[in-house]
T-cell receptor, first 112, second 111 residues
Framework: QKEVEQDPGPLSVPEGAIVSLNCTYS??????FMWYRQYSRKGPELLMY????GNKEDGRFTAQVDKSSKYISLFIRDSQPSDSATYLC????????????FGQGTELSVKP | DAGVIQSPRHEVTEMGQEVTLRCKPI?????LFWYRQTMMRGLELLIY????????DSGMPEDRFSAKMPNASFSTLKIQPSEPRDSAVYFC?????????FGSGTRLTVV
């Protein structure tokens, strides 16, 4: 079993829809939770991060962490065609010195 | 800040040849990572360094792969000899704390 599980999709939604992307994990030591966005033929770029449990909002994006369920989510409101990309969750424990464990990535397509 | 810089962007080589990928991390970042990405396996960590010292190379697939970091501003990943199954996108990343930044990657094709 992988430490981090993420449905690879692909996920296709109409413009304006609310998108929900999710990951589950098995290592209870994880404390830092990130979402990276990767456009085609580009490197992943950090989109959002959350430390421990709770919610964090940044514009149309909301990241949620539920440590009791070992489950994290990224919500995108009013999705735009420019949001079409692969979204990767990533996480690390305090003592792993920056090493991140990545999910498989979910490919999202937002249709105009 | 120019970000993490990788070269070359694309590399096409024949099986059996030596391939060297290069990376310049962000100044001040104390960790450097080499990842490989394929459709089948996603993003795989190959090796990472802390303050130029290799910490974990358990992800390096075989002895054909080697990585060095002679100083804080430069790292190489070498494959010798290369094989078609090495075809992938190789990313270098650097980090300070838990925040990691990636380069644009090197797309390697071994024919």
């Amino acid at each position: 079993q992988k430490e981090v599980e993420q449905d690879p999709g692909p996920l296709s939604v109409p413009e304006g829809a609310i998108v929900s992307l999710n990951c589950t994990y098995s290592n209870s030591a994880f404390q830092y939770f990130m979402w990276y966005r990767q456009y085609s033929r580009k490197g992943p770029e950090l989109l959002m991060y959350t430390y421990s449990s709770g919610n964090k909002e940044d514009g149309r994006f909301t990241a949620q962490v539920d440590k009791s369920s070992k489950y994290i989510s990224l919500f995108i409101r009013d999705s735009q065609p420019s949001d079409s990309a692969t979204y990767l969750c990533a996480m690390s424990a305090n003592n792993q010195g920056g090493k991140l464990i990545f999910g498989q990535g979910t490919e999202l397509s937002v249709k105009p | 800040d120019a970000g993490v810089i990788q070269s070359p962007r694309h590399e096409v080589t024949e099986m059996g040849q030596e391939v060297t990928l290069r990376c310049k991390p962000i100044s001040g970042h104390d960790y450097l990572f080499w990842y490989r990405q394929t459709m089948m396996r996603g993003l795989e960590l190959l090796i990472y360094f802390n303050n130029n010292v290799p910490i974990d190379d358990s992800g390096m697939p075989e002895d054909r792969f080697s990585a060095k970091m002679p100083n804080a501003s430069f790292s190489t990943l070498k494959i010798q000899p290369s094989e078609p199954r090495d075809s992938a996108v190789y990313f270098c990343a650097s980090s300070w704390g838990p925040f990691m930044a990636f380069g644009s990657g090197t797309r390697l094709t071994v024919v």
